[in-house]
């Protein structure tokens, strides 16, 4: 059943794709809000070791009509999940007032915008716990049924067997997340990696998940990348760019 839903929401996103590139060629201009909090479709109660939160992080919060419609896809996947949503001045907010010192240190350093939202979904988790989402990613089935009551985290396993980071969910201080952190951590401390994907990208995960006792599950029926979005759908505007091209333009840290 889930292999069928999954396939279904493949051929929802083609369409979803194909609409949105036509939208954006007659109206470049036309942007919608995201709210910074949508509150659960339905609430629910019930002991459960990852909160019902999901957070979402991007440049602003006025964003073209893919990612309005992924992220209202998302919300109904996830009826009975809260979703957060903050554009980069306000992550960096929440960073230096929740983990002043060392870690807001580090984290300002960084001048990418997706090497900032790599280290804020790690450290946003840590704290508080629950699901976190890429602004292009869509759940294939609610992540209620995907991740399991008594389960500390979920992990995605790609194609290849690696573990990804475009969706990642725990409990409030869990050991992976929290060794995840202190590798991040130091790999911009160090200061020696030139590319985002190994700083503080999916690479950056791998010695803390070294001992391969976390939880990991298919991504094919959990959450995909990319269904409902390319890059130009994804980034109207002209002055924002995905994370490879940035990181040829200017370095990575401050």
Not at 98 to 117: H, M, Q, S, V, W
Not at 125 to 136: Q, R, S
Not at 200 to 226: E, N, W
């Amino acid at each position: 059943m889930r292999f069928l839903v999954s396939r279904l929401v493949k051929l929802l996103g083609a369409l979803v794709k194909l609409v949105c590139m036509v939208h954006l060629r007659l109206f470049p201009k036309a942007r919608f809000t995201i709210p910074a909090f949508a509150p659960a479709l339905v609430r629910r109660t019930g002991p459960r070791r990852v909160p019902r939160q999901v957070y979402q992080t991007n440049y602003g919060r006025r964003v073209g009509l893919a990612v309005y419609l992924t992220w209202q896809f998302n919300r109904l996947m996830a009826w009975d999940h809260d979703f957060h949503y903050m554009d980069d001045d306000a992550a960096r907010d929440w960073v230096n007032a929740e983990f002043p010192g060392e870690i807001a240190d580090t984290y300002n350093r960084l001048k990418i915008g997706a090497a900032k939202a790599d280290y804020w979904r790690v450290l946003m988790l840590m704290k508080n716990g629950g699901v976190y989402l890429d602004a292009d990613a869509n759940f294939v089935w609610p992540p209620s049924s995907s991740i399991r009551a008594d389960e500390d985290e979920l992990f995605l396993r790609m194609r290849d067997g690696e573990i990804t980071n475009y969706f990642l969910a725990c409990a409030p201080g869990n050991r992976y997340m929290t060794a995840i952190e202190a590798e991040i951590r130091a790999n911009i401390a160090a200061g020696t990696e030139k590319n985002v994907y190994l700083m503080t990208g999916p690479t950056a995960m791998l010695p803390a998940l070294a001992d391969g006792k976390f939880i990991a599950k298919s991504y094919r029926t959990v959450c995909h990348q990319g269904q409902f979005m390319n890059e130009r759908l994804q980034y109207p505007d002209r002055d924002r760019k995905k994370w490879w091209r940035e990181q040829e333009e200017r370095s990575i840290l401050d």
